[in-house]
């Protein structure tokens, strides 16, 4: 039986309308998942006469549409900040979470919003990270990124590099690793070991070159063994992601954003997928923008949606909300 996925249509300015139309006409995704819609529908329908997909892919035995109808076509400027476009965005964010939170829908997949049409519809929150913990009552939710066999957590996220070194820390360290776990489990992936990215160059050489890994990341990795944590590191970070994807590891813990991010994408742009972890739902998300400069015109990539659907799709059956700790 398909899962069923809750699909947020993006900022309407943007691409989101667009993708999600294109990836609703892939046939790997009519097999994958029954997708349910958050959006406008005739934004969509318009989106569909833009990418010349037939109107038939909203509904049908693979998808539908959750018409929330808070904006019309003439409401906004295709590839503009609009408080209009911010303000239904965030709604069908929460939608779609109200509808997974209740049951009906396994999953949330997410098209690109825009910041600064968030802020100026005076929503509270700078991205999706920061709705999605609002609306689920969570902590400090985790990022994971995955492409192809690669998974990669991350340590700190939209800080200064100055201030991510700060931050590294024993007591992060082991925090993050027993939640990531804990997050792998969740998705059904209890066997592998996990590795911790160096920060310094080939892992600082004992000091020659930095003193955090023999300050930070060895004894957090001691102590974790010793509470039966299946992890390894400091591994250092020019190697660690390679090994990762040829099977060595089952996920890196990344120690700061650029670490990670550029080592997945750099792989594969359009197919790395963020899943927010940690929360009481499961969440994938294209890995991009808005992308205003092309909004509307039949340019944009629908790879990245494909990969996000097709990846909440394949957790979806595995996802344990009772694993989360």
């Not at 911010?86 to 910041?115: D, M, R, W």
């Not at 070194?165 to 792998?184: F, G, H, N, P, W």
């Not at 102590?223 to 992601?241: E, M, N, R, T, W």
Request: hydrophobic share 40%.
């Amino acid at each position: 039986m398909q899962p069923v996925i809750a699909v947020t249509m993006g900022d309407p300015a943007g691409i989101g309308p667009e993708i999600v139309v294109k990836a609703l006409a892939e046939p790997k995704v009519q097999k994958a998942a029954f997708c349910i819609i958050c959006g406008s529908r005739s934004v969509l329908e318009q989106a569909c006469r833009c990418c010349n997909i037939s109107k038939q892919v909203l509904e049908s035995d693979f998808a539908t549409v959750y018409d929330v109808p808070n904006l019309e076509l003439k409401d906004f400027i295709f590839g503009k900040v609009s408080a209009a476009c911010g303000k239904a965005a965030f709604s069908y964010i929460e939608k779609a979470c109200h509808l997974t939170s209740e049951g009906k829908t396994q999953a949330v997949v997410t098209a690109p919003i825009n910041k600064e049409s968030l802020k100026a519809a005076s929503v509270p929150y700078i991205g999706h990270t920061e709705i999605f913990a609002s609306l689920t009552s969570t902590d400090d939710p985790l990022t994971l990124f995955e492409v192809n066999n690669l998974r990669i957590f991350f340590l700190t996220r939209h800080v200064s590099l100055q201030k991510a070194c700060q931050m590294i820390t024993k007591e992060r360290i082991k925090d993050y690793v027993i939640r990531c776990s804990s997050a792998l489990t969740q998705l059904g992936i209890k066997n592998g070991t996990m590795a911790i990215a160096g920060l310094n160059p080939h892992s600082g050489e004992h000091g020659l070159f930095g003193t955090e890994e023999l300050d930070a990341i060895e004894p957090a990795v001691s102590q974790l063994k010793s509470l039966g944590y299946d992890v390894a590191g400091p591994i250092s970070a020019d190697s660690v992601f390679h090994q990762a994807l040829q099977g060595k590891y089952n996920s890196v813990l990344s120690l700061y954003h650029d670490q990670g991010h550029i080592a997945a994408k750099t792989y594969d742009f359009e197919r790395t997928i963020s899943i927010t972890c940690g929360m009481p739902i499961l969440r994938t998300s294209v890995d991009h923008g808005t992308a205003f400069d092309i909004a509307w015109q039949n340019k944009a990539s629908a790879i990245s949606m494909v990969e996000a659907i097709l990846t909440a799709a394949k957790y979806a059956p595995h996802w344990n909300k009772a694993s989360l700790s």
